[in-house]
Structures are given as C-alpha cells and as structure tokens.
Nanobody, 127 residues
Framework: QVQPVESGGGLVQPGGSLRLSCAAS????????IAWFRQAPGKERERVSC????????YYADSVKGRFTISGDNAENTVYLQMNSLKPEDTAVYYC????????????????????WGQGTQVTVSS
C-alpha cells in the first residue's frame, strides 16, 4: 500500500527554520514524483514544491522560492523540505503526496496528478 508519511511540523518563530520529512511506504524515490502542498485555514490548497530524481529542476512556488529547498535521500527513501526564513503566512497544514513518475513526461506538479496523500503536518509560524 502506497502511503507517504509526513513529520517535522511544529511551532516556530518568524525567521526560524523547520525541516519536514516525507517517508515513503510502498513506493521508492527512483520511480516516483513527490510534492508538498499546503493549506491554511480558509484558503485553497497551494502547491509548494515538486521533485523527482529524473527531472533536473524541482518546482517551487514563488512564495517560497529562495527560502525552501526540497531534496531526496534514496538510502532513507525520504524526501525533505527544508524551510528557512519562515513567515507567519507559511502557517498551514503541509501535505506530502506521491505519484508514479513513469506516466508523466514532465515533472507532475498539480494536485490532481497525485493520487497518494499523507495525513498532513501542522506548521505554525508565530511569535
């Protein structure tokens, strides 16, 4: 059974850092694309970053570009989202999602392209 499992959320002050993890269960990084989405209260779900081993450049939303970095560890079969210079507007539930990469010619980065989702992890940026 394919199941991404997120961890690493929490409460952090503005300007601080957090690292989210997405552990793979039932799939491997070699043949998968991984994406992070987030949803703040009262707002629509927003894509944050998308990644695969096949594609050279990850995708980052403009709102996080230069502050967030996505990376993968094959040995751990885990994808990380390093979040630096956090702002109050980064407060949201962050979801990791995965999809089979072979069906796509480009890096998939739309929510509907990801059939497998984790439970989410809360990130709160507040002083």
């Amino acid at each position: 059974q394919v199941q991404p499992v997120e961890s690493g959320g929490g409460l952090v002050q503005p300007g601080g850092s957090l690292r989210l993890s997405c552990a793979a269960s039932g799939f491997t990084l070699a043949d998968s694309a991984i994406a992070w989405f987030r949803q703040a209260p009262g707002k629509e779900r927003e894509r944050v970053s998308c990644f695969s081993r096949r594609d050279e450049s990850p995708y980052y939303a403009d709102s996080v570009k230069g502050r967030f970095t996505i990376s993968g560890d094959n040995a751990e079969n885990t994808v990380y989202l390093q979040m630096n210079s956090l702002k109050p507007e980064d407060t949201a539930v962050y979801y990791c999602a995965t999809t089979r990469l072979s069906v796509f010619r480009r890096l998939p980065c739309r929510a509907l392209e990801y059939p497998y989702w984790g439970q989410g992890t809360q990130v709160t940026v507040s002083s």
